[in-house]
């Protein structure tokens, strides 16, 4: 439609388009989320949001996309649209270490901010309410983001909210959740029992055994499988292609799996590059290095709580391997602690806090090593104990700030170089990120390239961004966005914004660099760095796959190079190397780390554990060696052949299926949201009247002045363009207050009152419309009716539209909705007449879409029977099954009593074989009552869901009037 002049007809039509509740199996449900969110959506992500919210009658799905292809980004399409409708309970539950980059994702691309729930907030909400998670639902503008040691905390509270949606990332933690064992996992099952919008996320929705399908299933739905005894009878015990495929047609429904290969047409992935940079340490530091290993070894040491000697070991290790200033800082604390304890002091220095203002990802970290230990009370030890130790920490401390030559520092200078001639070679950008584990390393490092050509213009990224640099990169960055809706209010966001635009537009010839902490590995991207420099090389090959994954991701125009250092004199260090490249292929070909390896390490802790205690225990080449060895074995064993070629039996379909889906969706994608982008645009000019209030252009308009003094403070004058368009702009959504003032004006007008008839300009149209060609010049009168169906818990509405022809044609499939596109200008008539055919059009059409609606919710209905039917079957198996059990052990009794040598042996076995006799007659009894039982339940259920079909039906006309064609 052109923005020449559309009327008010046409502008109240939009309107009702821009904001119905649209069918969850048709894209147009996404219509506003297409609209407000500001990135380029693939159309297997497209694909996977409509599968989530198809079924109004499911209680969730898998996403179990490969690695790289953005279930993120699927299940934030989701949450959006579950917020546009107001359905704004969701919670969101992720591994500690991706909870930021959740809470940036949501807020960069779907303008939803988001709430990280941990300890230290949840206890201060709680200070002041009696119910922080209310509060928060009150008080925030998108969802609750927590872990998973947290969520488990606070399970009993989750579990009395009634949530609209609840996301698991990483859900393949909870595979196990069909073992008594697994306690975060039937924890949380628990409390989520009730909820019926689950979204789990995992590229390794099975690893090692059919019963982790089972478990992640009952975390969706119960009623899916039967027990797991009968799961395991039918499909765990079996290998027949047939009972595959009687698995796979159950798992349809839920599940969803996209392989790269099958997308890469439209999400083209670069390759990484690496580089090693071996260094060999100065006698100094190794004999520093040497001391303090030995210390750490130390079984008894005062300067460390028991309960957190693991972790605390851990932390030291890495920062060993840093740098001299990381570790020295450390074991500074570690004496201060010991001082003041020997003083008596009142209360000693806490080690975790200390350390996680150096070590930032401590903080996560502690919340994973959920089984660390409970912390020792301290005992009072001997006090010259206490000073040697002292002493001893001290002589640490001088020794490492003795070290003037850091040979590691050295080899990044080196590394530099070789690095950023390949960029030139390959045409990138020179901008690199240096990530650090430390936060004193961080400083050493500045330090160092400050003294070299790379010194210009470098950027310091950590956790708190305090440094005065980055302050007053914030203070331009303020000053350059002033009135846009790039700055959020929240200092730490838009700091952080600050310091990536100004590393993305800083110009250095020698090259740009930013140093990061872990906080850099989370939540910011960098497609326009090419560069990735792991100073500090983390043992957690998920933190690794995140922090290359801040540049080598959607976007990135150039293959990305990776550099690591090797301290040859070090075995565990080299071995460790050899692992993650080898093994676990994370630095180099296209996609990184695959999803077997990912999926076996699980949360990463486990394997982070088993490196620590290799550097505790292990002290010669050979012992760590062989250490090592065993530990690739062990993870070897995890990665199953067998699963992964059964996984692909069940969940990856065939190629040409996929791929026509997704040209489809692609087409239909891209299509929509140009279509409601465009009719965003169309209503705002209507009703903006735009000579007082705005300027249009192609892209946006500048607002000059406010319609509504209710505005005022909301929204602010200035330019405005749509997300996908926007830079310094003021994005314009549909959930903009401004849209929503132009949505909610153009519905409320009453257009009834008057008879109108539209004098359509074909001519002033932009495109042709060929089935319309034949009516120029002709007239007839047009009804839009809103079709407002409820049924199975949901709205929807339809825009029935009809036109007919003063000589009594009627305009057929949807050119009565391409007559409401062509601008038009207003004509009063003095009345309209009655014309039955269009009343008997218009009902047809309405009788019309009322069947396609219940005709396609009796296919819900119907996969919900199939799905009770199947899962009354298994339950009936169960019990038969127990029963079969038990006639095999009776079989096996009575052949060894048969045999029994003596008396007292064959009375023994007969007695166990009446006990057995005994027991399976009740169970046989028992049998037909337990079946009944099954079957009312699942007529029950079908009688719930009957009720539920049931459809409430009510029409409104919006407006009809006389029309002619120009």
């Known amino acids: 439609m052109s923005t020449n002049h559309i009327s008010a007809y046409q502008s109240q039509y939009l309107a009702w388009l821009l904001s119905r509740n649209a069918a969850s199996n048709s894209i147009d449900s996404l219509a506003s989320t297409l609209v407000d969110s500001k990135v380029d959506l693939n159309p297997h992500q497209l694909e996977a949001a409509l599968f989530a919210c198809q079924n109004p009658l499911s209680r969730g799905v898998i996403l179990a996309d490969e690695v790289g292809l953005g279930k993120t980004i699927e299940a934030g399409l989701v949450i959006s649209q579950k917020w546009a409708e107001r359905k704004r309970k969701q919670l969101i539950i992720v591994p500690a270490n991706l909870r930021k980059q959740w809470h940036q994702e949501l807020q960069e691309k779907f303008g939803l901010q988001g709430t990280i729930l941990e300890s230290k907030n949840y206890n201060a909400l709680a200070k002041n309410h009696k119910k922080p998670f209310e509060t928060l639902f009150e008080n925030t503008q998108g969802p609750i983001i927590c872990s998973y040691p947290f969520a488990k905390s606070k399970a009993k509270e989750i579990k009395e909210i009634f949530w609209d949606a609840v996301i698991l990332d990483e859900a393949h933690r909870l595979r196990n959740v069909y073992k008594s064992s697994n306690v975060i996992g039937n924890t949380l099952k628990d409390a989520l029992a009730h909820v019926d919008s689950k979204i789990l996320l995992t590229a390794t929705p099975l690893q090692n055994s059919l019963l982790e399908l089972y478990g992640l299933v009952s975390l969706i739905d119960d009623r899916v499988f039967g027990d797991l005894d009968s799961f395991r009878a039918q499909f765990a015990l079996t290998n027949r292609e047939s009972t595959f495929a009687q698995l796979r047609h159950r798992l349809l429904p839920l599940c969803k799996r996209t392989l790269r290969r099958d997308v890469q047409q439209y999400v083209p992935y670069t390759n990484r590059i690496a580089i090693v ?63 003041n304890k020997v003083d008596d002091a009142l209360q000693p220095v806490n080690l975790i806090d200390s350390l996680d203002e150096d070590f930032e990802a401590l903080d996560e970290m502690a919340d994973e090593w959920s089984d660390s230990g409970p912390l020792d009370p301290e005992q009072q030890q001997e006090r010259d104990a206490y000073l040697d130790e002292i002493a001893e920490l001290k002589k640490f401390a001088e020794l ?105 537009e800083h110009d250095n010839p020698q090259g740009q660099i930013m140093i990061a902490t872990e906080a850099g590995a989370e939540g910011i991207n960098l497609q326009f760095c090419s560069l990735v420099i792991n100073y500090d090389l983390p043992w957690n090959p998920q933190r690794i796959e995140q922090r290359i994954g801040r540049c080598h991701r959607y976007g990135q125009k150039h293959d990305v190079v990776v550099v690591n250092f090797i301290d040859k004199s070090n075995e565990a260090d080299q071995r460790v190397y050899d692992l993650l490249n080898i093994k676990f292929k994370l630095f180099d070909g ?101 000579d007082q209030c705005a300027v249009f252009d192609d892209h946006g308009f500048e607002l000059k002045q406010l319609p509504d003094a209710t505005l005022e403070s909301i929204c602010p004058l200035g330019r405005y363009e749509l997300p996908r368009l926007s830079n310094d702009a003021h994005s314009y959504r549909i959930a903009h207050p401004l849209a929503q003032w132009v949505i909610a004006q153009a519905k409320s007008r009453s257009l ?19 089935t319309l060609e034949p009516y120029q010049g002709q007239s007839g009168t047009l009804i839009v009716k809103v079709l407002t169906v409820q049924a199975l818990e949901r709205m929807e509405q339809h825009l029935i539209v009809s036109a007919v022809t003063d000589d009594g044609q009627v305009l057929q499939d949807d050119d009565p909705e391409r007559l409401l596109r062509i601008p038009a200008q207003e004509q009063a008539i003095q009345s309209l007449s009655h014309n039955e055919l269009l009343d008997a059009d218009v009902n047809q059409r309405s009788q019309n879409c009322q069947r396609d609606i219940n005709q396609r919710n009796l296919g819900y209905f119907t996969q919900e029977i199939d799905k009770l039917d199947a899962w009354a079957d298994d339950r009936k198996l169960g019990l038969e099954q127990q029963i079969k059990d038990i006639d095999r052990d009776i079989k096996e009794t009575r052949k060894t009593a048969a045999t029994a040598p003596t008396l007292d042996e064959k009375l023994h076995w007969q007695k166990q074989q009446r006990e057995l006799e005994i027991r399976r007659n009740k169970l046989r009894r028992e049998l037909f009552d337990r079946q009944d039982e099954v079957e009312q339940e699942r007529n029950k259920l079908i009688s719930g869901l009957e009720d539920k079909l049931v459809q409430n039906v009510d029409e409104q006309v919006l407006f009809c009037i006389e029309w002619l064609l120009l």
């Open 590 to 690: 296209v996609f990184g780390a695959s999803d077997e390896v990912l999926g076996a390490i699980g949360s990463g802790v486990d394997f982070e554990r088993r490196i620590a205690d290799i550097y505790q225990n292990c002290r010669d080449p050979q012992e760590i060696k062989t250490s090592f060895e065993q530990l690739q074995l062990d993870l070897s064993q995890e990665i199953n052949e067998k699963m992964m070629q059964t996984r692909q039996m069940l969940f990856e379909h065939f190629d040409e299926e996929v791929h026509q889906k997704i040209r489809i969706q692609a087409q239909n994608g891209t299509r929509t949201q140009n279509r409601y982008e465009q009719m965003l645009l169309e209503i705002t000019h209507a009703e903006l009247k735009t």
């Open 752 to 770: 009834n009152e008057t008879s109108t008839r539209l004098i359509f300009d074909y001519q002033a149209y932009p495109s042709k419309i060929s």
């Open 277 to 339: 940079e071996e260094f060999f340490p100065t006698e100094q530091e190794r004999e520093f290095s040497s001391m303090v290993a030995d210390y750490l070894r130390r079984p008894d040491l005062k300067a460390m709580p028991n309960g957190q000697r693991q972790l605390i070991s851990l932390v030291l290790w890495k920062l060993l391997a840093s740098s001299p200033q990381a570790i020295a800082g450390a074991l500074e604390t570690m004496r201060q602690r010991l001082q």
């Open 400 to 504: 490492a700030a003795s070290i003037r030559d850091n040979a590691k520092g050295q080899a990044l200078i080196k590394g530099l170089d070789k690095a950023f001639v390949e960029l030139k070679r390959l045409g990138a950008a020179k901008k690199a990120i240096i990530f650090t584990e430390s936060k004193k390393t961080q400083t050493y490092l500045q330090e160092l390239l400050s003294q070299t050509p790379y010194g210009e213009g470098l950027v310091l990224f950590n956790g708190t961004n305090s440094d005065a640099s980055a302050q007053k990169i914030y203070k331009d960055w303020l000053n350059k966005h002033q009135g846009s809706d790039l700055i959020t209010g929240s200092k730490t966001a838009d700091t952080r914004a600050a310091l990536v635009e100004y590393f993305r």
